[in-house]
């Protein structure tokens, strides 16, 4: 069984600074593709990013990159330029090929303090 | 286009009960999966439908069930409510269902259970 782990319950971030959530999994799938998912208080998930296992380039989307280390089994996110909007509970997640899926590690809630 | 929409917003019912929840995803969407949210569990995948049949189905007891129609609206049932039961269910819809496409998500039931 595939197990997603976020081993930072809590973080608060200035303003305009930069901010690193961590997340580790575990697999013995050789593909899979790993994402990103942002909850704010209005409790709808957003897709924030995601990554396929196969491709070594680290995905972007604007503020937001990963650093994927497959070997590692490492899928952290980077925020950068932070903005008050981006207060919110962060989940990780891993999808080994199985439809929609998808295993979610415990979340980080983010604070972004002006 | 709409978003997804779950009804009802919030529930709250007795041990014991039967409740039965609504989805539907947004218009061409042909796969709706749910997902349990509780403080204690986290995110945990319940099921999945892709074009009226479960594709996938997670570690939940037989009390918990669920349909999609065929306008790919989807329903979930939850028989002899336990006070464990009570949690927000999310449901998320995709195109095709495929494992790297981006899951929609609704703003979810949160059902508690006295």
């Known amino acids: 069984a595939q197990t997603v782990t976020q081993s930072q319950p809590e973080m608060s971030v200035q303003e305009a600074e930069t901010v690193t959530l961590s997340c580790t999994y575990d697999?013995?799938?050789?593909?899979?593709?790993l994402f990103w998912y942002k909850q704010p208080p209005s409790r709808q998930m957003i897709l924030v990013i995601r990554q396929e296992a196969y491709k070594q380039q680290n995905a972007t989307e604007n503020r937001f990159s990963v650093n994927f280390q497959k070997a590692a089994k490492s899928f952290s996110l980077k925020i950068s330029d932070s903005q008050l909007g981006d207060t919110a509970m962060y989940f990780c997640?891993?999808?080994?090929?199985?439809?929609?899926?998808?295993?979610f590690g415990g979340g980080t809630r983010l604070m972004v303090k002006p | 286009k709409a978003g997804v929409t779950q009804t009802p917003r919030y529930l709250i019912k007795t041990r014991g009960q039967q409740v039965t929840l609504s989805c539907s995803p947004i218009s061409g969407h042909r796969s709706v999966s749910w997902y349990q949210q509780t403080p204690g569990q986290g995110l945990q995948f319940l099921f999945e439908?892709?074009?009226?049949?479960?594709?996938n189905k997670g570690n939940f007891p037989g009390r918990f069930s669920g349909r999609q129609f065929s306008n790919s609206r989807s329903e979930m049932n939850v028989s002899t409510l336990e006070l464990g039961d009570s949690a927000l269910y999310l449901c998320a819809s995709s195109s095709e269902g495929a494992t790297n496409e981006k899951l929609f998500f609704g703003s979810g039931t949160q059902l508690s259970v006295l």
């Open positions: 439908y892709f074009s009226e049949t479960q594709r």
């Open positions: 697999t013995s799938e050789s593909n899979y593709y």
């Open positions: 997640a891993f999808n080994n090929n199985a439809g929609n899926m998808l295993t």
